[in-house]
């Protein structure tokens, strides 16, 4: 975050207020733009900014007939990738495995 200037951390908490819960938005540069009260060139310049610091990736989403609708936007940080923490890692009461307290054993001390 110590390479972003503030403009460029502002855009990344907006676009992380419109993301869904995959990490994905698309709000037009227009939009972004309007929203920080900058001009478009400033938003596009913050968004390769945040793609370069990978705060982000983006994608050219087409229309139907092979036109260019407006990007979409992927989040590439925390709580965004939260869905890559595995399944196995939690028993069936949605506790972590490797928490120490499912290790401890000294409650069964002397119940032999």
């Not at 403009?7 to 709000?27: D, I, M, R």
């Given at each position: 975050?110590?390479?972003?200037?503030?403009?460029?951390?502002?855009?990344?908490?907006?676009?992380?207020?419109?993301?869904?819960?995959?990490?994905?938005?698309?709000?037009?540069?227009?939009?972004?733009?309007?929203?920080?009260?900058?001009?478009?060139?400033?938003?596009?310049?913050s968004?390769?900014?945040?793609?370069?610091?990978?705060?982000?990736?983006?994608?050219?989403?087409?229309?139907?007939?092979?036109?260019?609708?407006?990007?979409?936007?992927?989040?590439l940080?925390e709580?965004?990738?939260?869905?890559?923490?595995?399944?196995?890692?939690?028993?069936?009461?949605?506790?972590?495995?490797?928490?120490?307290?499912m290790?401890d054993?000294?409650?069964?001390?002397?119940?032999?």
């Amino acid at each position: 975050m110590d390479k972003l200037n503030m403009t460029q951390k502002f855009l990344l908490v907006v676009l992380a207020t419109f993301a869904n819960s995959e990490g994905e938005c698309w709000p037009s540069q227009g939009l972004l733009a309007e929203l920080l009260g900058v001009t478009t060139g400033t938003i596009c310049t913050s968004l390769k900014k945040l793609e370069e610091e990978k705060f982000i990736e983006s994608f050219q989403r087409k229309t139907k007939h092979g036109g260019t609708n407006t990007k979409l936007y992927r989040m590439l940080f925390e709580p965004f990738v939260f869905k890559q923490v595995k399944e196995q890692h939690y028993n069936c009461f949605g506790q972590r495995v490797d928490d120490p307290r499912m290790s401890d054993t000294t409650w069964a001390d002397g119940l032999d």
